[in-house]
């Protein structure tokens, strides 16, 4: 049973405009979500993360939405860039035993940006 | 200052082989988490390691182990190899009290 979903496998938008990445969790334990990049033939790399005491945290032209009650996140990017073409992760953790577990990650989404 | 390192890039492999991947942490990280990442799929967690130990596992058999180093590089271990190992691996190290893990490049194994 999958508990974070990326019901999008594919997204297009066009250059210039907002890029809007839908995850939705089950998991009610999760307290920390976290955003991650990745290329082909590369690892993943670290974009931005909030805990379950926030709804928002930004960081440039990224910013994270955090929607506790319908157990939703999203990633804004604006504006989209040529870079920003690639597959990204959403992700969740439980902090417990005075550690962060492992991340439980939903399958992704292939972000396109059309010139 | 290095990020992760893993070694090798890739491996190829026949079925019933054992099969020892590598990864160094980012400078100063104490905790090495292992991920497998089948196509088209996300990183899928296997284990946690901290202090040497196996801190946290994921739902994987024990044909895959792990070890921890006192420098706190770290080893995965897959053995009886099977058709379906075939995924790259993936290494992340973080600090044991931060939520963010650091991915390296991955290791891509082929079980022929």
């Known amino acids: 049973d999958q508990q974070v979903k990326q019901n999008s496998p594919s997204l297009s938008v066009q250059e210039g405009r907002i890029s809007i990445l839908n995850c939705d969790y089950t998991n009610s334990m999760f307290d920390y979500f976290l955003w991650y990049k990745k290329y082909p033939a590369e690892g993943p790399t670290f974009l931005i993360s909030i805990s379950s005491i926030k709804d928002k945290n930004e960081d440039g032209r990224f910013t994270v939405f955090l929607n506790k009650s319908a157990k939703h996140l999203s990633l804004h990017i604006v504006p989209s860039q040529p870079g920003d073409s690639a597959v990204y992760f959403c992700a969740a953790s439980i902090y417990s035993g005075g550690g962060a577990d492992g991340l439980t990650f939903g399958k992704g989404t292939h972000l396109i940006i059309q010139p | 200052d290095a990020g992760v390192t893993q070694s090798p890039t890739h491996l190829i492999k026949t079925r019933g082989q054992q099969v020892t991947l590598r990864c160094s942490p980012k400078?100063?990280?104490?905790?090495v988490s292992w991920y497998q990442q089948a196509l088209g799929q996300g990183p899928q967690f296997i284990f946690q390691y901290y202090e040497e130990e196996e801190r946290q596992r994921g739902n994987f058999p024990d044909r895959f182990s792990g070890h921890q180093f006192p420098n706190y590089s770290s080893e995965l271990n897959v053995n009886a190899l099977l058709l379906g190992d075939s995924a790259l691996y993936l290494c992340a190290s973080s600090f044991t009290t931060a939520n963010e893990q650091f991915f390296g490049p991955g290791t891509r194994l082929t079980v022929l």
């Open positions: 400078s100063g990280h104490d905790t």
